[in-house]
């Protein structure tokens, strides 16, 4: 049984770069979601998908954060023009059709901006 | 908003000292109140869904229960491998997203 996979684990990057992180979902789960964490909080909502509909987005997605899901199986979170406020975990989540309100975690990105 | 306030910050137990954790909460209409344990630099653990007040559900030494306001997660005689940040998270009746609280860190002391 594999849980949710997120690639990479760290991310080192230089304010004004780049960045996209990867989520592959438990299988057959239908819904996919992103969170951000900084230390010492929990995980805030950034946005979700059902399928390959994005079907929510949170206040803390600014313009610089796009997130896709094309094929409504693994999906992608990028982040333009790095800040040094962008540095935190960024969480990818899952559930599936049968329980959709039960939400499984994979291990995190953590994204350092230097 | 949905607000979630969790108590206390952190706890540092004795083997085998029982405690409890505190989740007070205000959601517009509750689906379900959600208790996830996250170990450092690791993903939350999914542990438990509670749905209604008067609910508990059980596993090993945790017990979660539910009142309208607030979820209380008991354990009992902890062991060191009980050391992680506890977090309690809702859910709206409108929606899927999870709002949480900051997290009860525990460490238990051999």
């Known amino acids: 049984d594999t849980g949710v996979s997120q690639d990479p684990r760290h991310k080192i990057t230089k304010r004004g770069q780049n960045v996209t992180f990867r989520c592959d979902p438990i299988s057959e789960h239908n819904r996919l979601y992103w969170y951000r964490q900084t230390l010492g909080q929990g995980p805030e909502f950034l946005t979700y998908f059902q399928n390959e509909a994005q079907l929510e987005k949170s206040r803390l997605l600014s313009d610089r954060f796009s997130a896709e899901r094309p094929k409504g199986s693994f999906s992608t979170l990028e982040i333009q023009r790095t800040e040094q406020g962008d540095s935190a975990m960024y969480l990818c989540?899952?559930?599936?059709?049968?329980?959709?309100?039960?939400?499984?975690f994979g291990p995190g990105t953590r994204l350092t901006v230097t | 908003e949905d607000q979630v306030t969790q108590s206390p910050e952190a706890l540092r137990l004795q083997e085998g000292e029982s405690s409890s954790l505190n989740c007070s909460y205000t959601?517009?209409?509750?689906?379900?109140l959600f208790w996830y344990r996250q170990d450092p630099g690791k993903g939350p653990e999914f542990l438990f869904t509670?749905?209604?007040a008067g609910e508990e559900k059980e596993k090993e030494r945790l017990k979660a229960t539910l009142t309208k306001k607030e979820s209380f997660l008991h354990i009992t005689a902890p062991k060191p491998e009980d050391s992680a940040t506890y977090l309690c998270?809702?859910?709206?009746?409108?929606?899927?997203?999870?709002?949480f609280g900051a997290g009860t860190t525990v460490t238990v002391r051999a």
């Open positions: 989540a899952s559930s599936s059709p049968g329980r959709p309100h039960e939400q499984y």
């Open positions: 998270a809702v859910q709206a009746s409108n929606d899927y997203k999870l709002s």
């Open positions: 509670l749905y209604s």
């Open positions: 959601v517009s209409g509750l689906r379900g």
